[in-house]
Nanobody, 125 residues
Framework: QVTLVESGGGLVQAGGSLRLSCAASGRTSNIYAVGWFRQAPGKEREFVAAIVSSGGTTYYADSVKGRLTISRDNAKNTVYLQVNSLKPEDTAVYYC??????????????????WGQGTQVIVSS
């Protein structure tokens, strides 16, 4: 079992930045990759970024590429999501998730086995 806890969300003005954290505990050695997803009100939960535990390969959704950076600190079992140049449309609950297997698509949320409770990001214009 793996437990994920997100933090770092909040209210920020457009153009600002935030760094979200995802701390993992439990059987973290079983994690193949950690991803970030977000869900805006009335919308589907969408893939944002992911990082592979071994090697650190990163993946980004096209819609956020260039403004987001995912990174990890293996010693702390923590994955970070740096979000820059925030826009009102970035307003959402941001979730981190962990998967045990590689699968076909890193962005497929059904392949993630563990989820955090989410952290709210609100971007004011």
């Amino acid at each position: 079992q793996v437990t994920l806890v997100e933090s770092g969300g909040g209210l920020v003005q457009a153009g600002g930045s935030l760094r979200l954290s995802c701390a993992a505990s439990g059987r973290t050695s079983n994690i193949y990759a950690v991803g970030w997803f977000r869900q805006a009100p009335g919308k589907e939960r969408e893939f944002v970024a992911a990082i592979v535990s071994s090697g650190g390969t990163t993946y980004y959704a096209d819609s956020v590429k260039g403004r987001l950076t995912i990174s990890r600190d293996n010693a702390k079992n923590t994955v970070y999501l740096q979000v820059n140049s925030l826009k009102p449309e970035d307003t959402a609950v941001y979730y981190c998730a962990a998967r045990r297997v590689r699968g076909v698509l890193i962005s497929r949320r059904e392949d993630y086995d563990y989820w955090g409770q989410g952290t709210q990001v609100i971007v004011s214009s």
